[in-house]
Nanobody, 120 residues
Framework: QVQLVESGGGLVQDGGSLRLSCVAS????????MGWFRQAPGKEREFVAA????????YYADSVKGRFTISRDSAKNTVYLQMNSLKTEDTAVYYC?????????????WGQGTQVTVSS
């Protein structure tokens, strides 16, 4: 099992920045990739960004390219999501997820989520 704990959410003004953190514990040796997802009220959960656990390629949703950066600190078993130039439409609960396989859509473990609210 892998446990994921997110932090760093909060209230920020339009154009501001936040950095989300996700600490992984447990069987981290089973992790192949880490991802960030978000779910806004009344909408389905959507992919935001992903990175391989080895710190390899990164992937982003078109809506966040150029504004968000996913990164990893292997020594701390932590994945970050740096969010710049935030927009009101970025308001959502953000979830960290871990996947054991290279399958793009398969994630096995999820965190509890952290709220990000962007005000105009």
């Amino acid at each position: 099992q892998v446990q994921l704990v997110e932090s760093g959410g909060g209230l920020v003004q339009d154009g501001g920045s936040l950095r989300l953190s996700c600490v992984a514990s447990g069987r981290t040796d089973s992790i192949y990739k880490m991802g960030w997802f978000r779910q806004a009220p009344g909408k389905e959960r959507e992919f935001v960004a992903a990175i391989t656990w080895s710190g390899g390629p990164t992937y982003y949703a078109d809506s966040v390219k150029g504004r968000f950066t996913i990164s990893r600190d292997s020594a701390k078993n932590t994945v970050y999501l740096q969010m710049n130039s935030l927009k009101t439409e970025d308001t959502a609960v953000y979830y960290c997820a871990a996947g054991r396989s290279g399958s793009q859509r398969a994630y096995d473990y999820w965190g509890q989520g952290t709220q990000v609210t962007v005000s105009s």
